[in-house]
């Protein structure tokens, strides 16, 4: 058998979704059901399933896309002719493509199926050229590749192996049956899913050899058994293009229980924070089970950064104890890069505000005790010492606030042009250079910033005592904001309309050249994320891509493109002894 000839025929009949069918057959068996609707028709043992609810739909919308872009996209239509399809689809009825369970990815070509939506077998598969194998198998060919095919309800299945279709048509429960009523509702509203059935998989012989071979190679995947299902689903209308990811975890595990106590806000999680042009925003909360999972992670992954005894060793538990414990005393997180007003000291800022189980003051002196752990073991390391010692910290280095203010100052090492990056780093971040301030606002509360100097901290100071959730207010954040769930555990926007002017500033300030020479009209239209708990221990994760990006990002993009290819259009021109030694 043709590995890739397959491979990328069930690629160009799925993921173009398209495909072609052939005559029913006789597989020892009749159909033990007659599906009628897309999900009802994939076998419920199915390891992986991409599915497209329904065709006419997804149509429309990429039709309606295009439109809206003022770009050519090629129609299913379009796609059905170059499979040979003529007659008998069903426009309105769903297409999928289905994993069976396998022993070992040799077999992956004979365990796809595909699910094509038909009003009428005869006619549909009547141009793919039909014949009957001397197994006596009914049989068409797509592109010349040979594939089994019959009806089911109201669809034709289609592989290259006619056992896998025998699976299907004997097959006593569907995909459907499977799934919760809310994932149901979502898979229906979505365009595109592709659905994985993680408990299956994680169980199987092939998965056992993958992870006994990860793990020969230090690397973990048991975190994977810990979920029952993922999925990945794409939804599009006039407003933009939403990415959702989708999982489903074990409830009796630690990430199911960790999922489940989630929680989530109705109110908005971008708290503590001043109001400024962020490039960057985020917002989240976590519960104490939360905490404490992450805390086991930062653990478990530093207790594999070093092994053996040693100085290193008795560094790095250390900070195993001490890291872990912040971690699991985290609540809520907000942060923001910025784009600092005109006047500022610098021309970006960080700021972290931090909120704790009461242990805000115990967070910075835990960043001074590691960092005095770290220099103390690395004192007579000749490789390591010059540059330890550069960092240092400073508890109550000043006052700003009301609030007893940490240092924790990177000096750049005494070499080569370490005078002129001083200089571009005063510009950029601010007089004070690499200088991140700490302080404990409350008992709760801690903040945390990197350029902007004293003024910036001060807001920010003022911000988290306060509780301010002025950032919510940003036109962007309220303009996308709408199209995210209602309750979240996280929420983030990336503001990439102010990226072009912030990076033009940054170069104009140091002296160099503009790596991006485009303007771009601030849109207020930011690429947002969010997460909410979702069922008894899942959580989904929207991705919202608004319209007015995706427009600005293809009017920007063109006139790039364009410009480099005049470039090297011009340099392939170039006359041949221009530049030629002794020339």
Known sequence: MNLNRWTAASLCLTVMLSSSMAMGQDL???????????????????????????????????????????????????????????????????????????????????????????????????????????????????????????????????????????????????????????????????????????????????????????????????????????????????????????????????????????????ETLLKGLPKDRFIFALGQMSSKEASKLGAEMVDEMLAKAVTGEGEEKKLVDSLRKVLADVVARMRHVSMTVSALAPGSDGLIGLAVVLTTDGASKGVCEAVERSITDVKKAFAENPDAKDYINLVNYAAGAEKIGGASVDHLKVDLPAEAGSEEWAGHLAKIIGKDQVLFRFAAVDDKHLAITLGGGKARFAEVIEAARSGSTALASDPGVKHVASHLPKKRTMESYIALDRVPKLVADVAKAIGQPNPIPVEIPEINAPLAFASAPVGKAGSQTEIFLPMELIRTIKDVAGPLMAGQQQQQQQQQIQPAGEGAPGN
């Open 28 to 266: 020892g068996t009749s159909a033990k059901r007659a599906p009628q609707d897309i999900l009802s028709a994939v076998p419920s043992d199915a390891w992986a399933v991409l599915c497209i609810p329904k065709v006419s739909r997804l149509d429309k919308k990429l039709s309606s896309l295009g439109q809206q872009l003022q770009v050519p996209v090629m129609g299913l239509a379009m796609a059905r002719m170059m499979a040979g399809i003529s007659g008998g689809w069903n426009d309105d009825g769903g297409l999928a493509a289905a994993v069976l369970p396998m022993n070992n990815m040799a077999e992956v070509t004979n365990a796809v199926v595909l699910f094509l939506p038909t009003t009428d077998y005869a006619a549909l598969t009547a141009t793919l050229s039909p014949e009957t194998d001397e197994s006596g198998a009914n049989t068409i060919r797509v592109w010349d590749q040979k594939l089994y095919a019959a009806p089911f309800g109201s669809f034709a299945v289609l592989s290259q192996s006619n056992d896998a279709l025998g699976k299907v048509l004997k097959a006593g429960s569907s995909f459907k049956s499977k799934l919760e009523r809310s994932r149901l509702t979502r898979i229906e509203a979505d365009e595109i899913t592709l659905w994985l059935n993680m408990s299956a998989i994680t169980k199987s012989q092939m998965f056992n050899g993958v992870a006994a071979m990860m793990a020969a190679m230090g690397q973990d995947v048991d975190i994977f058994r810990q979920f029952d299902t993922a999925s990945v689903s794409l939804h599009l209308d006039t407003a933009g293009v939403t990415l959702g990811l989708h999982a489903d975890a074990d409830p009796e595990s630690d990430m199911g229980k960790t999922m489940a106590a989630a929680g989530a806000s109705s």
